[in-house]
């Protein structure tokens, strides 16, 4: 729980509380004077009568009595609110902006640094996104021409992830635009709506004389430039697929930094000038957080949470009080914690100094499940539900009538992870009524414009799918049912052709055998015709 914690000089939250310490003093004094006399009777008997008359006070009722002294003073310094520790609280917001303008042209690919300027230059800015734990980067490249890879945004990682593709070979025109970098920066904190930013130059060479002028305009403005140098003073060539690049007389290229040049740039810019070479690895850089930054740029809620030690001076004043009226109570807690042996989880440790939203914003990155279990704030519980990409319930969490552009926004953000494109749609342009040229908002709606119309457009091909599929699978019906009709036609020709046939050969069988009936009938006329004759010659 201590990493959580910042230890600063010790100061008090409440100062003026101190002066009671005076009367205070004063006060005490002359009542424990009073209390320590008998009372009124002493002026009016005897010392002899009196001490007859009186019960004698027992020593030990006044034994204790100096202890006023230490509880009065731990009272007073506990209500004047010791402090020594700070912690992030979530509400608090760093709105300091930085534009970072990478150099791209092809004198970055000289190797005098290892494996070249521009890589070197990309491990850089990586490193300064990983230290810069609050406040708005943009990313700009630039070679002839300018271009934004990012608008301002607290998503480092969102940048991190795309210094991998940046490379001379894409961009359109070669050279180094000074100028064009930096209007392309101040254009970006104009739409942003900040007065005052910073500017971080990282390249290995600037046209003074270009550019001279808009370095005092931009520095007049308000916006500090730093530069960044990149590289060595003797150079080395620019290796390419073809061998080393060559000027127009034939001769190897070899970028030499001119430090006098880039440290002027600096001074102009009213930053700060370090170079990023071979020889210097611990590369300093300018402040990330810089005593200087434009206080409009914080916001509101924005400041030092000092953590109020009081309450846990006050509970040195809790055994003090024992002492001092129940002399026995000290025992009692003493044999009352160790017959405790019953371990108890209802209450937690952290529970002392941090409410139930504060631990759970510092679980919200590590334990998003956690953060939701334990917060209370709405908008707590909905990153974390979104952290956990439980995005229905961030999207419910969200309020659906929020009262700024962050609302609106995150609520767009968790319903297009959710799948409702439209709805997303709907809620970042009610965040842009608030801000119609916000950069993040405008990409997000785009984004999910695009993902609409290409869901749109894949459930228009899988409807023209089915009913392609319906069409071919009716097509196929009706021929398996032509077919199975000529199946049946032909079935129905080979059944009557055989019946043709047995007709045939039923008639065939029945001309043979009238055929045979006459034969046989012949043969019998022949055999009675001579036997005729042969009767009458014998008469």
């Avoid at 303008?101 to 970055?108: F, G, H, N, P, R």
Wanted: proline share 4%.
């Amino acid at each position: 729980m201590m990493d959580e914690f910042t230890c600063t000089a010790f100061h008090f939250l409440r100062p003026q509380v101190l002066w009671l310490l005076i009367p205070a003093a004063v006060l005490l004094y002359f009542w424990l004077n009073n209390t320590s006399r008998q009372d009124g009777w002493q002026q009016s008997c005897d010392p002899e009568l009196l001490a007859a008359m009186q019960i004698q006070t027992s020593a030990k009722g006044t034994r204790w009595t100096w202890l006023y002294w230490p509880i009065t003073f731990l009272t007073i310094v506990a209500l004047a609110g010791p402090a020594v520790r700070q912690m992030p609280v979530p509400m608090v917001k760093n709105q300091s902006a930085l534009i970072i303008a990478l150099d791209v042209s092809k004198s970055m690919l000289s190797d005098d640094l290892k494996p070249s300027r521009l890589q070197r230059a990309k491990f850089k800015i990586q490193d300064l996104l990983e230290q810069r734990k609050d406040g708005q980067t943009a990313l700009v490249v630039y070679s002839g021409d300018a271009f934004v890879v990012t608008p301002l945004t607290d998503d480092t990682e969102t940048i991190v992830s795309l210094m991998d593709v940046l490379d001379p070979s894409i961009m359109p025109v070669s050279g180094t635009n000074t100028q064009a970098a930096l209007d392309k920066a101040t254009e970006l904190l104009e739409q942003a709506g900040i007065n005052r930013g910073q500017i971080l130059l990282v390249t290995d060479s600037i046209d003074m004389y270009k550019a001279e002028d808009k370095l005092k305009q931009v520095a007049d403005d308000g916006t500090v430039i730093h530069v960044l140098a990149v590289g060595t003073a003797t150079g080395a060539p620019i290796p390419t697929n073809q061998g080393f690049l060559k000027d127009l007389r034939g001769q190897i290229v070899i970028p030499k930094v001119n430090f006098d040049d880039l440290q002027e740039a600096a001074r102009m810019g009213q930053g700060r000038f370090s170079v990023l070479s071979n020889s210097n690895d611990r590369d300093e850089l300018y402040e990330l957080n810089p005593a200087n930054d434009d206080e409009d740029n914080k916001d509101e809620l924005g400041g030092e949470n000092f953590i109020d030690d009081g309450p846990l001076l006050a509970l040195l004043i809790v055994p003090l009080l024992a002492l001092l009226y129940r002399r026995g109570i000290l025992m009692v807690l003493c044999l009352g914690f160790m017959l405790n042996t019953q371990p108890s989880h209802a209450f937690e440790w952290d529970d002392l100094w941090l409410n139930k939203d504060q631990q759970a914003f510092r679980e919200l990155e590590n334990d998003p499940t956690k953060a939701f279990q334990k917060a209370e704030n709405q908008k707590i519980k909905a990153a974390a539900a979104y952290k956990k990409q439980d995005f229905k319930a961030a999207q419910n969490l969200y309020p659906e009538n929020g009262q700024s552009l962050v609302d609106h926004y995150n609520r767009g953000n968790a319903l297009a992870q959710a799948g409702e494109y439209q709805a997303a749609i709907e809620s970042y342009e009610q965040a842009l009524t608030y801000n119609p040229d916000d950069e993040d908002t405008l990409y997000n709606k785009k984004l999910i414009e695009e993902a609409l119309q290409q869901q749109q457009q894949n459930q228009q091909n899988q409807q023209d799918q089915n009913d392609q599929q319906n069409q071919d699978g009716e097509q196929n019906q009706d021929n398996q049912q032509q077919q199975q009709q000529q199946q049946d036609q032909q079935n129905q020709e080979s059944s009557e052709q055989e019946k043709r046939e047995q007709q045939q050969q039923a008639q065939k069988d029945q001309q043979s055998e009238t055929g045979e009936e006459q034969q046989e009938d012949q043969q019998q006329k022949q055999q009675a015709e001579q036997q005729q004759p042969g009767g009458i010659g014998a008469q």
